[in-house]
């Protein structure tokens, strides 16, 4: 069973940086798209960003410029960094990640990791 594990969320200052890292395990296919999103209370679980398995990277515009997403292959690990958060940052992060299995890709999801922007 593929297992995703998150870290690096908190409680930051406007302005500040944090870097998010989601690791997979009992990974045994090819990974394909690794992504982040996040859901605030009260409203809708939205993309914040994609990485494909060539490297090529996608945004919501409400981060760009300001978040990077990466990823590391033989940690199987995808990584936000957030830099200039503000409060409407304020959010549950999830990482997503599609693994190539035979004749589908499946998407498994992590478990969350708050991230707080507040002074």
């Known amino acids: 069973q593929v297992q995703l594990v998150e870290s690096g969320g908190g409680l930051v200052q406007p302005g500040g940086s944090l870097r998010l890292s989601c690791t997979a395990s009992?990974?045994?296919?090819?990974?394909?798209?690794m992504a982040w999103y996040r859901q605030a209370p009260g409203k809708e679980r939205d993309l914040v960003a994609t990485?494909?398995?060539?490297?090529?990277?996608n945004y919501a515009d409400s981060v760009k410029g300001r978040f990077t997403i990466s990823r590391d292959n033989a940690k199987n690990t995808v990584y936000l960094r957030m830099n200039s958060l503000k409060p409407e940052d304020t959010a549950l992060y999830y990482c997503?990640?599609?693994?190539?299995?035979?004749?589908?890709?499946?998407?498994?999801w992590g478990q969350g990791t708050q991230v707080t922007v507040s002074s």
């Open positions: 990485i494909t398995s060539a490297g090529r990277t």
């Open positions: 009992n990974i045994i296919f090819r990974i394909n798209s």
């Open positions: 997503n990640v599609n693994v190539e299995e035979l004749t589908i890709i499946r998407a498994y």
